[in-house]
């Protein structure tokens, strides 16, 4: 047990590290992904700027296959908060935000340093892959398909995302979710709040992948970046565990069709 959590702790320490060496707040690609036809907001709009915080942008912004857009203003997605400046702090807290939930792991936090929230703001850890098996923590060293397996199998990852997607569907305030490079377990949970609201396959898998052009990553860079491939293995496991996506929001999340309205009340004009 306890060479597992040393070897756990070890790589947890160098993914950490990979992810935040050698990146700037801005660090754009040459190109952003193709835009979908339900894309409302362009990479600028949806930028907010942070100078030291990556890959920090609003969630929203999409068309949903019904007709409806998912607002902006109240859902924002970033990298750690760690190395945040007060000018960051300041920009949002003046987009009310008002909750912040850490997905990192608790090695994480000590390595990298615990959030800087805005003024008021709600702290929240919710441990996606601090659980895992050792096996599953090498595979974050390169984003790979065990890792997005494991947002569906490991102990506690159910719970860290539906702790957030609850509370942005009850929050009358801006909540913002993180992890360290904001693109692997940031990029689910952003990708299970964009098909709960009815926005396209395509469209989610767009907003998944400009983590690539937020963070500079180029082509096959996992350590920096995200790969189609990867976001594929995370649906299929939804599909192999649960038998549908419904059912993963329903049996895995334990979201009831009350939390569902309420979010979409709240997300969806």
């Not at 859902?75 to 945040?84: C, E, W």
């Not at 767009?206 to 690539?212: A, G, M």
Request: glycine letters at 10%; charged letters at 20%; aromatic letters at 8%.
């Amino acid at each position: 047990m306890l060479r597992n959590r040393a070897i756990q702790a070890a790589l947890v320490a160098t993914v950490a590290l990979s992810a935040s060496l050698g990146s700037t707040a801005i660090a754009f690609a040459a190109d952003p992904p193709a835009a979908t036809s339900s894309v409302i907001d362009n990479t600028d709009q949806r930028a907010l700027g942070l100078t030291g915080v990556l890959n920090a942008r609003d969630a929203g912004g999409y068309r949903t296959t019904d007709g409806h857009t998912v607002r902006t203003g109240l859902v924002f997605r970033t990298g750690d908060l760690s190395k945040a400046t007060d000018a960051d702090l300041a920009k949002l807290t003046g987009d009310n935000v008002v909750s912040v939930h850490d997905l990192r792991t608790g090695y994480e936090q000590t390595l990298l340093g615990v959030d800087k929230v805005p003024a008021g703001a709600t702290e929240h850890h919710d441990d996606v892959i601090g659980q895992a098996p050792p096996q599953v923590m090498a595979s974050t060293l390169s984003a790979g398909t065990d890792l997005y397996r494991a947002f569906i199998t490991a102990p506690g990852a159910n719970e860290a995302f539906a702790n957030v997607i609850k509370d942005i569907a009850y929050n009358p305030g801006g909540v913002l979710f993180h992890c360290t490079a904001g693109k692997d377990r940031t990029g689910w949970t952003s990708a299970v709040l964009l098909t709960i609201l009815g926005v396209d396959k395509d469209t989610v898998y767009y907003d998944y992948l400009l983590s690539n052009y937020y963070r500079g990553a180029k082509d096959g860079d996992m350590m920096n970046g995200v790969t189609a491939s990867a976001l594929d293995a995370a649906f299929d496991q939804v599909n192999q565990t649960y038998g549908s996506f419904d059912n993963y929001v329903h049996d895995g999340l334990k979201l009831t069709d009350g939390d569902i309205a309420a979010l979409k009340t709240k997300m969806l004009a």
